[in-house]
């Protein structure tokens, strides 16, 4: 597993917290959440809570609903937000969750409806934000992808690291049951921390690619969602139209090195209407799907319909649910092997 670097997050809080445990020492406090660039439309998902003060104790849990922290990684002071259900039983689920390039941990947890889900399911949902001075993004490790991060090196897969470990200090988290999804740039650093960690069960991606070299892929359930339509990222692998210019292979040949990483059996694909689904089912309980949506476009399928000035640009697709499936993804993949 890729080291955990133990970070220093500092308490803003009332009552700051301070645990000196094996030579490091962390604190967690609330900060504002930052602004983005939000898809339109209305929320889904219990409004957040702008902060909460951090627990007490070295047995301290994580406040309950939606709060904002920050945590020192890499020299740099990098945020993210965490939202907690009540009456969680036991070491819990935690999906992160990636936004994409110009979004924010914020809009991710207000447009995604992944609150909405985990109040339903019974898991943690951890939203970081990427890094940008304008435009927020995330360093995939290849491709020069994408903005700031690419071009100063940024450590994401690091910070991201260091967030899980942090969340698992202050709350119980079952560590065969972490996952990973993202959207666009989100999704492409999705595939990266698999490629590069084994934090990971699983990870969903919706709208991206592979763009890490993947040397050393750790065996991981993967789900990939994608609009045949999608000009940004498009699914055949030729370059795309968006402000990254991403230009990553194909989507059925990402799919082909997971099935092959995680020694899957053949195919087997349905087709109900405009969504084609392809599983492919692999040892100690992994398995890799693809599902396409041939009208759908760049976007999270199953967000809500944009209104006002955004309602004239191409909606979101609802032919699929692609936070419900996402979860249901992953429940159905923890780590079972090795």
Not at 301 to 329: E, I
Request: glycine share 14%; aromatic share 6%; hydrophobic share 40%.
């Amino acid at each position: 597993m890729t080291a955990m670097r133990r970070g220093m997050i500092v308490g803003l809080g009332v009552a700051a917290v301070i645990v000196v445990a094996l030579g490091v020492v962390w604190a967690l406090r609330p900060v504002p959440a930052p602004s983005g660039a939000a898809p339109g439309g209305s929320a889904t998902s219990p409004n957040p809570t702008p902060s909460a003060s951090a627990p007490g104790g070295a047995a301290a849990s994580l406040a309950v609903g939606s709060h904002a922290y920050t945590i020192d990684s890499g020299g740099r002071e990098r945020t993210y937000r965490v939202y907690v259900p009540r009456a969680l039983h036991g070491p819990a689920p935690l999906v992160v969750m990636l936004h994409g390039g110009g979004g924010s941990g914020a809009n991710a947890e207000k447009f995604y409806g992944w609150d909405a889900a985990a109040a339903a399911g019974g898991f943690v949902v951890a939203y970081p934000d990427g890094l940008g001075p304008q435009v927020s993004a995330w360093n995939v490790d290849g491709g020069g992808c994408c903005g700031y991060p690419a071009r100063e090196g940024v450590d994401d897969v690091g910070f991201v690291t260091d967030m899980v470990a942090a969340i698992e200090r202050a709350e119980p988290i079952d560590t065969a049951r972490v996952y990973a999804a993202g959207i666009s740039n989100g999704g492409i650093l999705a595939y990266t921390l698999a490629c590069e960690t084994d934090l990971f069960a699983a990870i969903g991606a919706d709208s991206a690619t592979m763009l890490d070299g993947c040397a050393h892929p750790q065996p991981t359930s993967v789900l990939h969602v994608h609009g045949l339509e999608d000009t940004t990222i498009p699914f055949d692998g030729s370059p795309g139209t968006g402000p990254g210019r991403i230009d990553g292979p194909p989507v059925d040949q990402v799919m082909a090195r997971w099935r092959t990483v995680d020694g899957c059996g053949a195919e087997t694909t349905t087709v109900a209407g405009v969504v084609s689904t392809s599983l492919s089912v692999c040892p100690e309980g992994r398995a890799v799907e693809l599902i396409t949506i041939a009208d759908a476009g760049h976007g999270w399928p199953g967000a809500p319909l944009k209104s006002g000035a955004g309602a004239d640009r191409k909606q979101p697709s609802q032919a699929v649910d692609t936070t419900a499936v996402m979860w249901d993804f992953f429940a159905a993949h923890p780590r079972t092997g090795s």
